[in-house]
C-alpha cells in the first residue's frame, strides 16, 4: 500500500512552509514573513515511529479572496486537501483565533479527512500556554502547541498524526498485478490511451485540460497477464493565468508513483518534450520507479528518416538524468504501437526484479578499478573492498569502502555504467548505498 499523504493546511503567514521544513528535517519550502511566499504545493518524505508518509506543504488559504494569485493558492490547498489521508490545521497562537480560520475550519470539516490542529508559535508554554485553549471554539478536536521555528511539540504533533493513518498504510499490498502511472502535463492523452487500451471510455477523455480529477485505477488484460493502469489527474486552472499552472498535477503524480511499480511518461508529439515533462519524470526517477517515455499522437507528427533519431536526442537531452529510460512512439487514436507499450512494462519489471550474485558483482568491480584507478584526494585513494546486492525495485547496491567522502559522483556513475553494461537493468534507476570499513578489517 502506498504511504499516506499528510497535507498541512492553513491561511498565510501562520508558519505552514517553516513546519514542513522541521518534519521534513531541511529547508525544502521558501521561508519568508510575507503572505503569498508559498504558492504552489511542494511534498517531502517523512517518516515518525517507522511510519513513512508523503508530506504536502500548502499555499495558505484565504476563504474569501477574490485576489487570483490567493485564490489560485486556494484551489491548489483543495487539491492537496481532496488527497491526503491526514491534514493537519495550523493557526497562529500569536494573532489569536481569526475570522478566517472558521471559515477554514468549515471548508476542512467538509472534507471528511482525519484532522490535526497545530497550533504554532508556542515558544514559551508559560507564556503562551493558555492562549491554546481558545482554539478549542473551531471544533474540530484538541489543539496541540507547538513550535515550528523552536522544534518544539513536533514528536507530539506526529504521534496525532500517525494516530489516523490507515491501517497497513506503508506496507506491500499483497496483490501481485504491475501497477503502472501514466503520468505527464494535462491533455497529453494519458486518459485516452488508458480508453484505447481497455476498449471503451472508463475515463472520461475531453479537449479541456484538467477533465481527469482524480486518480483512476483501471484494471487492463494484456495476452492473459493483469494490470493495474493508474491514471492520473493532469489538474489545471480552466481560466488562463500567468503563474506556472502545470504545478497543479505534482501532487497527484506523487500519490500515484508512490502506488506504482512502473511510470509511463507520457509526452505530447506534436507541443515536444518540455521542462514540466522533466519535473515530472523526476517524481518516478526520486522514488526509484521503473520509467518508460510514451511520446503519444506520433499519427499527427510529419516523419522522414530522420525524425524519431531526433526526437529521441531531444528528450534524452531534456531527461538527460535518467538516461536508462525506455522509450516508444504510439498513437492513443490509431492504437499504434500500444502493444510495444505492454512488451516495454513486462521487460523493464523484468529488470527491477532482477538480482545479480556477488560473486560476479566484484568480478566486474575489480575489472572496473584495474580500467580506471579510483579517485585520490591529499594523497589519499579511495579503496573499494567489496560490492553487494541488497534489494529490488529498485536494484540497490552496496559499496563498501574505506572514506566514503572519496566515493566522487562520477565514479559512482562509472560503477553504475559497468553493472548497466554488464546486465543492462534497462528502464529501472539503480541504486547505491556507501558504506565505510577499514582497510585492516579486509
Do not use: C
Not at 163 to 177: L, V, W
Not at 191 to 198: F, T, Y
Amino acid at each position: 500500500m502506498s504511504k499516506p499523504i499528510v497535507a498541512i493546511v492553513g491561511r498565510p503567514n501562520v508558519g505552514k512552509s517553516t513546519l514542513f521544513n522541521a518534519i521534513a528535517g531541511e529547508t525544502i519550502s521558501i521561508v519568508k514573513d510575507t503572505p503569498g511566499v508559498t504558492r504552489d504545493r511542494i511534498y517531502a518524505d517523512g517518516s515518525w515511529l517507522d511510519r513513512d508518509f508523503t508530506l504536502v506543504d500548502t499555499g495558505g488559504i484565504e476563504p474569501d479572496s477574490r485576489d487570483i494569485i490567493l485564490s489560485q493558492m486556494r484551489e491548489q490547498a483543495q487539491i492537496a486537501i481532496d488527497t491526503a489521508d491526514v491534514i493537519i490545521f495550523i493557526v497562529d497562537v500569536r494573532q489569536g483565533l481569526q475570522d478566517a480560520d472558521s471559515k477554514v475550519a468549515d471548508m476542512l470539516r467538509r472534507s471528511k479527512k482525519p484532522i490535526v490542529l497545530a497550533v504554532n508559535k508556542v515558544d514559551s508554554f508559560a507564556k503562551f500556554g493558555n492562549d491554546v485553549y481558545e482554539f478549542y471554539n473551531l471544533g474540530i478536536g484538541e489543539p496541540v502547541a507547538v513550535s515550528a521555528a523552536s522544534r518544539l511539540g513536533l514528536g507530539d504533533l506526529l504521534d496525532e498524526v500517525v494516530k489516523h493513518f490507515p491501517e497497513g498504510a506503508g506496507t506491500e499490498e499483497e496483490d501481485g498485478r504491475p501497477r503502472i502511472a501514466i503520468i505527464g502535463k494535462p491533455n497529453v492523452g494519458k486518459s485516452s490511451i488508458i480508453n484505447r487500451l481497455i476498449g471503451e471510455n472508463r475515463v472520461i477523455v475531453s479537449e479541456i485540460a484538467g477533465t481527469t480529477r482524480d486518480a483512476v485505477d483501471t484494471e487492463v488484460r494484456w495476452n492473459g497477464e493483469d494490470y493495474v493502469l493508474i491514471d492520473t489527474a493532469g489538474l489545471r486552472r480552466k481560466s488562463r493565468v500567468h503563474e506556472d499552472l502545470e504545478r497543479y498535477s505534482i501532487i497527484r503524480t506523487v500519490s500515484a508513483v508512490e502506488r506504482a511499480d512502473i511510470a509511463v511518461l507520457v509526452i505530447d508529439a506534436v507541443e515536444g518534450v518540455t521542462e514540466q515533462d522533466a519535473k515530472i519524470a523526476g517524481i518516478a526517477h526520486d522514488r526509484g520507479k521503473g520509467i518508460i517515455v510514451a511520446v503519444n499522437k506520433w499519427d499527427a507528427i510529419e516523419k522522414n528518416d530522420k525524425t524519431i533519431y531526433e526526437y529521441t536526442k531531444k528528450i534524452r537531452d531534456t531527461l538527460s538524468f535518467m538516461p536508462y529510460a525506455e522509450m516508444v512512439f504510439l498513437s492513443a487514436v490509431t492504437g499504434q504501437r500500444l502493444g510495444r507499450l505492454f512488451e516495454l512494462i513486462d521487460m523493464v519489471r523484468e529488470n527491477q526484479n532482477l538480482r545479480v550474485a556477488t560473486g560476479v558483482l566484484n568480478e566486474i568491480m575489480t575489472e572496473a578499478v584495474a580500467l580506471q584507478q579510483p579517485p585520490s584526494d591529499k594523497g589519499r585513494r579511495l579503496k573499494l573492498f567489496y560490492m553487494t546486492q541488497v534489494a529490488v525495485k529498485p536494484p540497490t547496491f552496496v559499496i563498501f569502502v574505506n572514506d566514503k567522502a572519496l566515493m566522487h559522483f562520477s565514479y559512482q556513475r562509472y560503477l553504475e555504467n559497468k553493472i548497466r553494461e554488464a546486465f543492462g537493468f534497462r528502464g529501472t534507476a539503480l541504486r547505491f548505498l556507501i558504506r565505510e570499513r577499514s582497510g585492516k578489517e579486509e
